[in-house]
């Protein structure tokens, strides 16, 4: 699975940013996807994830708290797409942003771990200033 993340940029406080993650094979709608940031200076860390959709209910997510309420990750199967939409964006969101892909069926707190994920994409850089 090859990933390539797009859609960052600069925005000024309390603007918003969609972010894409577009995957190469045909399995994409197995993967789970997550999105993890890395600020200067400071480890990567856990931003959103999704799993697979489930016939009977679709895919669930999980978000770091400290974007919770703020970001919202989703995916589009037929695109072999996984987005992440970025509201009230605050200078501390600055980052690099990466998209990254798992096999698995559910989500958990499993998958907010880096080591977890198999594939990663080359990360888009996000900007908010004050």
């Known amino acids: 699975v090859q990933l390539q993340a797009s859609g960052g940029g600069l925005v000024q406080a309390g603007g918003s940013l969609r972010l894409s993650c577009a995957a190469s094979g045909r399995t994409f709608s197995s993967y789970i996807m997550g999105w993890f940031r890395q600020a200067p200076g400071k480890e990567r860390e856990f931003v959103a994830a999704?799993?697979?959709?489930?016939?009977?209910?679709?895919?669930?997510?999980d978000h770091a708290d400290s974007v919770r309420g703020r970001f919202f990750v989703s995916r589009d199967n037929a695109k072999n797409t996984v987005y992440l939409q970025m509201t009230s964006l605050k200078p501390e969101d600055t980052a690099v942003y990466y998209c990254a892909a798992t096999v698995g069926l559910f989500i958990s707190s499993y998958y907010s771990q880096e080591s977890k994920y198999t594939y990663w994409g080359q990360g888009t850089q996000v900007t908010v200033s004050s």
């Open positions: 999704i799993s697979p959709a489930n016939s009977w209910a679709g895919s669930s997510t």
